[in-house]
């Protein structure tokens, strides 16, 4: 008697992102299963990875991960080219030099520096303010008017700050990152409130705020795989692409600053940080992320190996 | 929960006369208002003027008309076989057919067509004999119409059974017993079949009518049904409707989870 294999038949898919312009423009999401399930559905693209560049140079990084960008941390474009040939899929852009505690730029200030960097490099952006809400729907309105119609990723939309760059999104053709605190009812919130302002649901990304292994990594994934449950049985607004800023939490773990003769048993620094980012990835990407910002080069370079791998087809 | 439209139905008077006259706006309006409150699906009946000679081109008509403003699917409500037909082949997307009953004769004739066209139908728990008093007695038949379909080859959860719902002020002690059959429908078969019920019935010739609809129907909600057709003009019912989605944990809450089922 033939065995009858029971498959799980969802009725709906994530929807897919396009960032950047043809030819090279990053498409994420569109996944019609859970994570990498080919043989229950189509997972037409790979998880994506960006890695970061500051507009000023960083102070609270770790040598463990300045170290393969001496001499370009100043330079957001040298920066930026650098992360190109490691093999970034797309560049993270964070304007930290707008926080008011910093050197407060001015919108203009900062749509010049990424227009340097969108004309340096190949890839898409994904455009960040300093994580100000006032000021960074101040500085992404301008980011995005200087890079009309390049169709880039521009964040953080908060419930607090949303308008301002969904229009901005709707007026100069770009993507929006829409993010919550690790709340999956406040995430799908956010999705109604920027699509009822008419942004397409596919110009969205979903950010539930992570953390790194060993710091609350499980919150954020369960988050995501409820969404991702959400998406496959019809839910709109929970179908987005889910973004997950690794590098920023990975590297504040202290696993990934604590020098080998602090804890001799955990093993050699560099081999050990840069695991923490990479396998902090890893979870998410069974957990449904499927773009990742990441900070050291090598974290991307073992992540897509590993990525490819996942993409291997598994049908039966 | 899947709500369906009850108001294209020349049963109503605007329908009545837009059919006699050939004027497709008062069906047009039915069908986006329908949409837009919620409905998943417009049911589409010619109504009792019609002659059985006519009802195939009007059933055609009326599907055109509806599938012209509305992305939704029809659930073609005749027990005129040429006339389900003819809706078929007009029919956008994957139709309902509305009904047929546990009769061996009617089962022969109406499943061959859902099967065919790939259509879902709903199969009323009765036979020739009436509609059962009991709960048991409506599962035996309800296990009929789940075996025939598996012979025709469709699929379970394509089949909706009606258990039957009799206006309340008549056959009160029917009310239970069909909330008894929506919980036994889920046992029958994996994937289960799913159920409908024509809600309004539980209230004909009632007072305080919609009020007994919406309670009825959170009841059977309860008890695992999974479509009704419905007045989805009753915005309380719609309201009530997303409200079961959150409490049964099928909807993921957010503040505008009224809206979002609506529109979904």
Known sequence: ?316 | MILIGERINGMFNDIKEAIKNKDPEPIKQHAIKQEESGAGYLDVNTGPTVDKENQPAVMEWLIQVAQEVSKLPCCIDTTNLNAIEAGLKVHKGKALINSTTADQAKMDIFLPLAAKYEAGIIGLTMNERGVPKTSADRIALAMELVVNCDMQGIPTDDLFLDPLILPCNVAQEHAPEVLETLQQIKTLSDPAPKSTIGLSNVSQSCVNRNLINRTYLIMAIASGLDSAIVDVYDSSLVEEVAATKILKNEDIYCDSFVKTYIQS
């Open chain 1, 1 to 316: 008697m033939a065995v009858n294999i029971a498959k799980e038949k969802w009725t709906s898919k994530v929807s897919e992102m396009v960032i950047g312009t043809e030819p090279n423009a990053v498409k994420v999401g569109g996944e019609a299963t859970l994570p990498f399930l080919h043989f229950e559905g189509e997972i037409p693209n790979r998880p994506a990875m960006a890695l970061e560049v500051n507009d000023m140079e960083p102070t609270d990084w770790p040598e463990t991960v300045t170290k393969p960008f001496k001499g370009v941390l100043s330079d957001p474009v040298a920066w930026a080219k650098k992360n190109v040939e490691y093999g970034a899929d797309l560049i993270a852009l964070n304007l930290v030099s707008a926080d008011p505690e910093n050197k407060d730029a001015s919108g203009e200030e900062c749509a010049e520096t990424a227009k340097a960097v969108a004309e340096a490099v190949d890839v898409p952006l994904i455009i960040l303010g300093c994580g100000v809400e006032e000021k960074d729907s101040e500085i992404i309105p301008a980011v995005g008017e200087a890079l009309s119609g390049q169709n880039h990723l521009l964040g953080l939309a908060t419930e607090n700050n949303y308008k301002r760059l969904a229009a901005t999104a709707m007026v100069h053709g770009h993507n929006v990152i829409a993010s919550s605190p690790l709340d999956i009812n406040l995430a799908k919130q956010l999705n109604i409130l920027i699509t009822e302002m008419n942004l397409g649901a596919d110009k969205i990304a979903i950010d539930p705020l992570v953390g790194a292994l060993g710091y609350g990594l499980e919150y954020a994934y369960s988050i995501m795989e409820r969404s991702r449950l959400g998406a496959l049985m019809g839910d709109k607004m929970l179908s987005q692409p889910i973004i997950s800023f690794v590098g920023p939490e990975a590297w504040k773990a202290k696993e990934s600053k604590s020098p080998i003769d602090e804890n001799p048993a955990w093993g050699e620094l560099e081999k050990r940080a840069i695991l923490w980012e990479v396998s902090t990835a890893v979870a998410f990407a069974q957990g449904g992320s499927s773009l990742f910002v990441l900070r050291h080069p090598e974290s991307v370079k073992q992540l897509k190996t590993h990525f490819e791998k996942l993409m291997v087809s598994n049908k039966y």
